[in-house]
C-alpha cells in the first residue's frame, strides 16, 4: 500500500530544509523562543530575521502553533 502524500504545512518542510539549511526541528524551536508572539509575529520574526519566504514562515508557524495548540 502506498503512503499518502503529505498535505497542509507539513508539505513545505523538505524545501525547507534544502533552501535554509536547518532542519525544521530547529525552525520549531526558534519559533517557540519567540512566544508567546502571536502567529504574524512570527512569522514577520521569521521573515525579517532569517530572510524566509512568506508561505515557508507561515506554513512553520502554523503547523507549530498547531502541535502546540496555542
Known amino acids: 500500500m502506498a503512503e499518502e502524500p503529505v498535505k497542509g504545512p507539513a508539505s513545505y518542510f523538505p524545501s525547507?530544509?534544502?533552501?535554509?539549511?536547518?532542519?525544521?526541528a530547529e525552525w520549531q524551536?526558534?519559533?517557540r523562543q519567540h512566544y508567546p508572539a502571536k502567529h504574524m509575529e512570527l512569522v514577520a520574526m521569521l521573515?525579517?530575521?532569517h530572510g524566509?519566504?512568506?508561505?515557508?514562515?507561515?506554513?512553520?508557524?502554523?503547523?507549530?502553533?498547531?502541535q502546540d495548540q496555542r
Do not use: C, D, F
Not at 525547507?16 to 525544521?24: A, C, D, H, L, N
Open 16 to 24: 525547507i530544509e534544502k533552501k535554509y539549511g536547518r532542519p525544521i
Open 29 to 31: 524551536a526558534l519559533v
Open 47 to 49: 521573515k525579517n530575521e
Open 52 to 66: 524566509m519566504g512568506h508561505g515557508h514562515a507561515n506554513a512553520l508557524v502554523a503547523y507549530t502553533l498547531a
